[in-house]
């Protein structure tokens, strides 16, 4: 119910992600949304049809050095969200469209991307560590390294 009354509120056409403050907040919104940043740097959209993700402001790379892409947009070009990168009759990727728009080390990680033939929808979600295994335990480490060197 409260999750209902934020997105009516704070975000209704966007996702929280996207969400901003707002001009006079709550202290529950303003304490959950000083959350976002860490979901960001802790979260990724897991690629299934592409339609929710936008290419250059949301984390879907799976990188150990990052989450976004790094390629500097050409004028001109209307690509927008990942599933315009996706082929979505053989459900491949358009490797001849990726290799034009990107840089070596984009290419790489969108490439290393599979892909489902099922095209399901794309998915928000916790990014693990390097064994695959995610722990609320590696985030206070986060937290608290950040905090110590800001």
Aim: charged letters at 20%.
């Amino acid at each position: 119910m409260c999750l209902g009354f934020f997105k009516a509120t704070y975000y209704p056409n966007s996702s929280f992600t996207k969400s901003c403050l707002g001009g006079s907040p709550n202290y529950a919104w303003r304490s959950i949304w000083g959350a976002n940043s860490i979901l960001l740097n802790s979260c990724l959209w897991r690629v299934g049809n592409g339609t929710s993700i936008s290419i250059l402001n949301d984390p879907w790379l799976v990188s150990d050095k990052r989450r976004f892409v790094s390629t500097i947009p050409l004028d001109g070009v209307l690509v927008e969200h990942v599933s315009d990168l996706i082929n979505p009759e053989t459900c491949y990727w358009h490797k001849d469209l990726i290799k034009n728009m990107f840089n070596v080390a984009d290419i790489k990680a969108i490439m290393s991307i599979p892909l489902s033939t099922r095209l399901y929808s794309d998915e928000f979600t916790w990014a693990y560590d390097k064994d695959g295994i995610y722990s609320v335990n590696i985030e206070r480490i986060k937290i608290k390294i950040t905090n110590t060197v800001s």
